[in-house]
């Protein structure tokens, strides 16, 4: 199985701030990548897919790059919605694999 | 406006079974794979099951193969997980989800299965 691992575990952020979270895969995953958003008690929400798709109704402060195996989130001025649970998810291989998550905290 | 809904989660004792049932409104759900995932208290998220569209394809996690069995009705517009031999590492909230092809997308809102003696 293709094993996914996000980096850092724990993110401590101020509203305004650039954040980046990173994924690696343990093979190339070509662009098959997304990335969820997840708030206690609730389910995960699609952010991002094929690496830098933007998902309709998502703000444009979230992005995503990378192929291969290393891939980014970035969001580009945190906003007090935005700290949660991200998680992303490889598409390459039917025994879909996610991250075990990156906790984004007010600092 | 694309829906899904869990139920069927709930209490049962190391070795029991349970039935998840997840109820899909606003989209042609037979044109769709479907998947279950489940998140532990506190932890990750872990895929459990795939099933194609037409339920030619089926997939399992090898923590829940022989165990489970997801199933579809698409008459009914329905997706299923039968979970048989449960063990308490088992227990979670279970989501389901549809799989566009890129992502799943969207989600359920979950239903929790404890197991527990």
């Known amino acids: 199985d293709i094993q996914m691992t996000q980096s850092p575990s724990t993110l401590s952020a101020s509203v305004g701030d650039r954040v980046t979270i990173t994924c690696r895969a343990s093979q190339s995953i070509s662009s098959w990548l997304a990335w969820y958003q997840q708030k206690p008690g609730k389910a995960p929400k699609l952010l991002i897919y094929k690496a830098s798709s933007l998902e309709s109704g998502v703000p444009s402060r979230f992005s995503g790059s990378g192929s291969g195996t290393e891939f980014t989130l970035t969001i580009s001025s945190l906003q007090p919605d935005d700290f949660a649970t991200y998680y992303c998810?490889?598409?390459?291989?039917?025994?879909?694999?996610f991250g075990q998550g990156t906790k984004v905290e007010i600092k | 406006e694309v829906q899904l809904v869990e139920s069927g989660g709930g209490l049962v004792k190391p070795g029991g079974s349970l039935r998840l049932s997840c109820a899909a409104s606003?989209?042609?759900?037979?044109?769709?794979?479907m998947n279950w995932v489940r998140q532990a208290p506190g932890k990750g998220l872990e895929w459990v099951s795939s099933?194609?569209?037409?339920?030619?394809?089926?997939y399992y996690a090898d923590s829940v193969k022989g165990r489970f069995t997801i199933s579809r009705d698409n008459a009914k517009n329905s997706l299923y997980l039968q979970m048989n031999s449960l063990r308490a590492e088992d227990t979670a909230v279970y989501y389901c989800?549809?799989?566009?092809?890129?992502?799943?997308?969207?989600w359920g809102q979950g239903t929790l299965v404890t197991v527990s003696s």
């Open positions: 606003g989209f042609t759900f037979s044109s769709y794979s």
């Open positions: 989800a549809r799989d566009t092809g890129f992502a799943f997308n969207p």
């Open positions: 998810q490889q598409y390459n291989s039917y025994r879909w694999t």
């Open positions: 099933i194609s569209s037409s339920s030619s394809y089926i």
